[in-house]
C-alpha cells in the first residue's frame, strides 16, 4: 500500500475500545504492525477510547497506552500536521461517535485554523451494506473445524461451501457486542446476509438485538444440536472470555448447553483474521485519500 503524496507530515491513530487482556493486545499490536508495514516512515500509534481500560492494563501488565487526546499530541509533538484516526469498532455506535468527538474538541483547541492539526476519520469496520458483504467473504475462517486446513481453490464459492455448515443439525453462532445505538441494526444486516452466504450461520449480539434468547429459540426452530460458538469481536478479550465462553450460569456458552445444545468454543477474534484487517485498511486508504483532496481545496 502506497503513502499518499502530501507535503505535510501525516500521522496514523488506531483506536479501539480498548481491552486489558493479553490475547486481545496482542492483536491489537498485530494490527498495529501491519498498518506499520504498509505506511513504513509514517508514525502509526495506539490509543484507547476506556480509560478504565487504560488503568487496568496499565496496573495488571505495566502496558501504558495512551487515550485519544495524549496520542494525538504525541503525533503532533513528533511533527504532524494532519492525522487519519482510525475507528477499531464494530459498527458506528456510541464509542464510534465519542471518538469523533474528541478528535474535533482537540482539533479545535489551536484557535490559528493554519497550525490547527487537520484529523480525518476512518470508519469502523461495518459501515454499509459493501461492508458486510466483505466481511462475510472473510469470516469462515473464524468458524472452520480446523483452523490449520486451507483450502487450495481459487474459487470464492468453493471455499464458502468448504466451510459452510453442511450437517442440518449444526449450525455456527456468532456473538457480537450490540449497542444500545440505532447502528445496532447493522448486526441484522449483517446477520441477514450471514444466512444468505452460508445458510446456518446466526448472529447474535451481547448487548443488543438480536439477544441470545432470540438465538436460542431460532436454532430450536432450525433443529441444531450443535453450535460452533465464536465471537464477532475484534479481539478475544473480556467478553469472549466471560460473557460467551465463561463458567457463569448467565454466560452463552452455559446457557447454551442448558438448553440443550452442545457447544463447540475456539477463543478467536475478526482481528486475527488477514481479510478482516485488510477492510479497516482500506477503509483507512479512503481517509488518507479525504484528506489529499481536502488539502488541494485548502490549496
Not at 97 to 126: C, F, M, Q
Not at 127 to 135: A, G, M, N, Q
Not at 255 to 281: M, N, P
Request: hydrophobic content about 40%; aromatic content about 6%.
Amino acid at each position: 500500500m502506497m503513502l499518499i503524496d502530501s507535503p505535510e507530515k501525516t500521522g496514523m491513530l488506531l483506536v479501539p475500545y480498548g481491552s486489558a487482556s493479553p490475547r486481545a493486545m496482542a492483536t491489537y499490536e498485530n494490527i498495529l504492525a501491519l498498518y506499520r508495514k504498509d505506511y513504513p516512515g509514517m508514525p502509526v500509534l495506539l490509543a484507547f477510547t476506556s480509560r478504565l481500560m487504560i488503568k487496568r492494563l496499565q496496573e495488571r501488565e505495566g502496558i501504558a497506552i495512551p487515550n485519544i487526546e495524549e496520542a494525538l499530541g504525541k503525533l503532533s509533538g513528533q511533527g504532524c500536521k494532519q492525522v487519519v484516526v482510525q475507528s477499531l469498532q464494530i459498527v458506528p455506535g456510541g464509542e464510534f461517535h465519542r471518538l469523533v468527538s474528541l478528535s474535533r474538541e482537540y482539533e479545535k483547541k489551536d484557535a490559528d485554523p493554519e497550525r490547527r492539526l487537520k484529523i480525518t476519520i476512518g470508519l469502523p469496520l461495518l459501515s454499509c451494506l459493501e461492508d458486510c458483504r466483505r466481511v462475510s467473504e472473510a469470516l469462515p475462517d473464524l468458524w472452520r473445524p480446523s483452523r490449520d486446513a486451507e483450502s487450495k481453490e481459487g474459487d470464492e464459492t468453493v471455499r464458502k461451501s468448504q466451510f459452510a455448515v453442511e450437517s442440518k443439525k449444526e449450525a455456527v453462532l456468532l456473538a457480537g457486542h450490540g449497542t444500545g445505538h440505532p447502528a445496532d441494526a447493522i448486526y441484522s444486516q449483517m446477520a441477514q446476509v450471514l444466512k444468505k452466504d452460508y445458510g446456518q450461520v446466526l448472529l447474535g449480539t451481547i448487548e443488543g438485538f438480536p439477544s441470545l434468547l432470540e438465538m436460542i429459540d431460532e436454532l430450536k426452530v432450525i433443529g441444531a444440536q450443535k453450535v460452533r460458538l465464536r465471537p464477532f469481536l475484534l479481539v478475544a478479550g473480556g467478553h469472549a472470555e466471560n460473557d460467551i465462553s465463561g463458567p457463569a450460569p448467565d454466560s452463552w456458552k452455559s446457557s447454551l448447553e442448558r438448553a440443550g445444545i452442545e457447544v463447540d468454543f475456539h477463543l478467536s477474534a475478526l482481528g486475527e483474521i488477514e481479510g478482516i484487517v485488510q477492510i479497516l485498511k482500506e477503509h483507512s486508504l479512503k481517509a488518507l485519500e479525504e484528506m489529499e483532496m481536502q488539502a488541494d481545496r485548502r490549496g
